[in-house]
C-alpha cells in the first residue's frame, strides 16, 4: 500500500510539474501585461488543484485498466487466431471510444449551431440534434474503419509513410471540390478523434498485436493507428458535407 501511495504521489507531482508552465504563462500575461488582478482567484486555484488531481487519477487509470485491458484483448485475439473478431473489435474499438469522446460531443454541437445559424440546416433543436449526431456517427464510423485498416497495416507489414501519403492526397483533392462550410469542421474532425478516450486504447491495442505477431517490432508497427485515427475522419466528414 505503501508503494502504491509513493508512486501515487510521485505521479501527482509529475502532473503538477505538467501543468506549471501553462499557470505562468496565464499569471504573466494576467499580472505583467495585462496588469489586472485575477477574477475569482479562490475559485481559479481551486480548479486548478481539481484539475490536477483529476489528471492525475486519469493518467492513474489508464496504467491500471485502459492500457493493460487493450493489449490483453489484442493479444488473446490475435492467439485466437481468429481474423473476423479481431477486426470486429477492431472496429467496435475506433466506433465505441470516437462516440464517447467528449471533445467530438462537443464539436458536433458547435458546428450544429454554426450551421443552424448559417442557414444551411434548420434552427430547430431537432434539426441541430440530428445533424450533430449524424457528424458524430460519422466520425465514429471513419475511425472504426481506420483502426481496422491499422491492424490490417500491421498484418501484412504494409508501410505506414505510403500509406498516409496517400491519404492525404484523398484530404487535398476532396477539400477543392467539398463545400466552405464543412471543411474546417473535417480537419477538426481528426483532431477531436484523437483525444482522452481513444488514445489509450487504440495505442494499446497496436503495440499488444505487433507484440504477439511473430516478425513484428511493437515500436516500428505498433504505432500508426492514431494516425489512421486522425486521418479517416477528414475524408468521410469532407464527403459527409458534400452528400448532407
Same mark, same amino acid.
Given at each position: 500500500?505503501?508503494?502504491?501511495?509513493? +508512486? &501515487?504521489?510521485?505521479?501527482? =507531482? %509529475?502532473?503538477?510539474?505538467? $501543468?506549471?508552465?501553462?499557470?505562468? /504563462? $496565464?499569471?504573466?500575461?494576467?499580472?505583467?501585461?495585462?496588469?489586472?488582478?485575477?477574477?475569482?482567484?479562490?475559485?481559479?486555484?481551486?480548479?486548478?488543484?481539481?484539475?490536477?488531481?483529476?489528471?492525475?487519477? &486519469?493518467?492513474q487509470g489508464l496504467e491500471m485498466a485502459?492500457?493493460?485491458?487493450?493489449?490483453?484483448? +489484442?493479444?488473446?485475439? +490475435?492467439?485466437?487466431?481468429?481474423? /473476423?473478431? =479481431?477486426?470486429?473489435?477492431?472496429? %467496435?474499438? %475506433?466506433?465505441?471510444?470516437?462516440?464517447?469522446?467528449?471533445?467530438?460531443?462537443? /464539436?458536433?454541437? @458547435?458546428?450544429?449551431?454554426?450551421?443552424?445559424?448559417?442557414?444551411?440546416?434548420?434552427?430547430?433543436? @431537432?434539426?441541430?440534434?440530428?445533424?450533430?449526431?449524424?457528424?458524430?456517427?460519422?466520425?465514429?464510423?471513419?475511425?472504426?474503419?481506420?483502426?481496422?485498416?491499422?491492424?490490417?497495416?500491421?498484418?501484412?507489414?504494409?508501410?505506414?509513410?505510403?500509406?498516409?501519403?496517400?491519404?492525404?492526397?484523398?484530404?487535398? +483533392?476532396?477539400?477543392?471540390?467539398?463545400?466552405?462550410?464543412?471543411?474546417?469542421?473535417?480537419?477538426?474532425?481528426?483532431? $477531436? *478523434?484523437?483525444?482522452?478516450?481513444?488514445?489509450?486504447?487504440?495505442?494499446?491495442?497496436?503495440?499488444?498485436?505487433? *507484440?504477439?505477431?511473430?516478425?513484428?517490432?511493437?515500436?516500428?508497427?505498433? !504505432?500508426?493507428?492514431?494516425?489512421?485515427?486522425?486521418?479517416?475522419?477528414?475524408? !468521410?466528414?469532407?464527403?459527409?458535407?458534400?452528400?448532407?
Open positions: 500500500m505503501s508503494n502504491r501511495l509513493l +508512486a &501515487f504521489g510521485s505521479l501527482l =507531482l %509529475g502532473t503538477a510539474r505538467d $501543468v506549471l508552465p501553462i499557470v505562468l /504563462v $496565464v499569471a504573466f500575461f494576467q499580472l505583467a501585461v495585462l496588469q489586472q488582478p485575477f477574477p475569482n482567484l479562490g475559485q481559479t486555484l481551486t480548479g486548478l488543484v481539481i484539475v490536477v488531481i483529476g489528471l492525475t487519477l &486519469f493518467l485502459l492500457f493493460p485491458i487493450g493489449e490483453f484483448l +489484442a493479444g488473446a485475439l +490475435a492467439r485466437k487466431g481468429s481474423l /473476423v473478431w =479481431l477486426l470486429l473489435f477492431s472496429f %467496435g474499438l %475506433g466506433f465505441g471510444t470516437t462516440v464517447a469522446e467528449p471533445s467530438l460531443i462537443a /464539436v458536433g454541437d @458547435e458546428a450544429a449551431r454554426v450551421m443552424a445559424e448559417g442557414g444551411f440546416i434548420g434552427s430547430d433543436p @431537432e434539426a441541430m440534434n440530428t445533424y450533430a449526431l449524424a457528424l458524430r456517427y460519422t466520425v465514429a464510423v471513419s475511425v472504426g474503419l481506420a483502426i481496422v485498416t491499422g491492424v490490417f497495416r500491421i498484418l501484412k507489414g504494409w508501410p505506414l509513410h505510403w500509406i498516409m501519403i496517400g491519404g492525404y492526397v484523398v484530404v487535398q +483533392a476532396l477539400t477543392v471540390v467539398a463545400p466552405e462550410e464543412i471543411i474546417g469542421i473535417a480537419y477538426d474532425s481528426g483532431g $477531436v *478523434t484523437t483525444s482522452t478516450v481513444t488514445v489509450p486504447l487504440v495505442t494499446a491495442l497496436g503495440v499488444g498485436l505487433a *507484440t504477439v505477431i511473430k516478425g513484428r517490432n511493437p515500436a516500428i508497427d505498433g !504505432f500508426g493507428l492514431i494516425a489512421f485515427a486522425s486521418l479517416s475522419p477528414m475524408i !468521410f466528414v469532407l464527403i459527409f458535407g458534400m452528400v448532407f
